[in-house]
C-alpha cells in the first residue's frame, strides 16, 4: 500500500462495489478533453490556413492567460467522495508567459474543482459546495508551433508542484481489503497545448488543453482561454 494521509476510512465501507472493485459513473469526462482537443485543431487549421510564417507577429512579448474549462482525473476519485452528490468538474487556469520567438517561458497555476450538492440537516434546502483537490504550480517551457497573422499554436512541458487526492488499496479491521482516498503533494509534469486566435491588438481569444502527469494520479482539462499581450 502507498504512503499517504487518509481522508476518511468510513468512505470505504460506503463505496459499492462489484466483484471487489469499485463503480464507476457512466460520465465519460475524457470524451470532454477529447472534444476539445479536436476543436483545438479545428481552429488552428482555421486560424493557419494560407497563412505562412510572417514578420507581422511580434517576436518578443509577455502574455497572460485565464483558461475556464472543464477536466477531470484518472482514478475519478470525486465519485467515491460525492457518488449520491451530482459531483461537476470545473478547471482554472492562470499563466504568464515570456516569448522570444520560437522559445516560450512558462508560470502557470491550474486547479481542477468539483462542485457538489448537499442537504441541509434542518431546513432541508440543497446547498452547492466546492472543492479543490487537485492543483499544481510550475514552470514550463515551450515552444511556437504555428504563427500567423492571426494566430498561434504552442506547446510547453516542464515540473510542477502537485497536489492531488487518489485512491489505493487498504486493508480494513476485520482483515478484508477495501479502496482508500489519500492525498498527496509531490512534483508532477504540466503539459499544455494552446491555440490563440487574436481578436485585436493586445488582445485574444484561445482554446487551452492542458495536463498533469505523474504517478499517483493524473488530472486534465481544457477550455476558453483570454489572453491580453504586451
Given at each position: 500500500m502507498q504512503s499517504g494521509t487518509e481522508i476518511d476510512l468510513s468512505l470505504i465501507k460506503t463505496c459499492p462495489q462489484i466483484n471487489g472493485e469499485i463503480t464507476m459513473s457512466s460520465r465519460n469526462p475524457i470524451l470532454i478533453t477529447v472534444l476539445l482537443g479536436l476543436l483545438c485543431i479545428t481552429t488552428a487549421g482555421f486560424c493557419f490556413s494560407n497563412v505562412a510564417r510572417t514578420d507581422h507577429w511580434k517576436s518578443e512579448y509577455v502574455d497572460l492567460s485565464l483558461t475556464l474549462g472543464s477536466g477531470a482525473n484518472a482514478d475519478q476519485v470525486e465519485n467515491l467522495l460525492y457518488a449520491d452528490?451530482?459531483?461537476?468538474?470545473?478547471?482554472?487556469?492562470a499563466a504568464v508567459t515570456w516569448t522570444n520567438a520560437p522559445h516560450m517561458l512558462t508560470v502557470a497555476g491550474s486547479t481542477?474543482?468539483?462542485?457538489?450538492?448537499?442537504?441541509?440537516a434542518v431546513t432541508g434546502?440543497?446547498?452547492t459546495q466546492f472543492r479543490s483537490d487537485f492543483w499544481d504550480v510550475g514552470v514550463l517551457y515551450g515552444r511556437r508551433l504555428l504563427a500567423g497573422r492571426q494566430g498561434i499554436l504552442s506547446a510547453s512541458a516542464g515540473l510542477?508542484?502537485?497536489?492531488?487526492n487518489y485512491k489505493d488499496n487498504?486493508?480494513?479491521?476485520?482483515g478484508s481489503q477495501g479502496t482508500g482516498i489519500y492525498e498527496s503533494t509531490g512534483i508532477?509534469?504540466?503539459?499544455?497545448?494552446?491555440?490563440?486566435w487574436t481578436v485585436t491588438r493586445g488582445f485574444g481569444l484561445g482554446l487551452d488543453v492542458f495536463a498533469n502527469l505523474n504517478p499517483k494520479n493524473i488530472f486534465y482539462g481544457g477550455g476558453l482561454s483570454f489572453n491580453a499581450g504586451f
Open positions: 452528490q451530482n459531483p461537476t468538474p470545473g478547471v482554472f487556469r481542477l474543482m468539483y462542485s457538489y450538492s448537499t442537504t441541509d434546502n440543497k446547498q510542477a508542484v502537485t497536489h492531488l487498504v486493508k480494513l479491521p476485520d508532477g509534469v504540466p503539459i499544455d497545448v494552446h491555440a490563440l
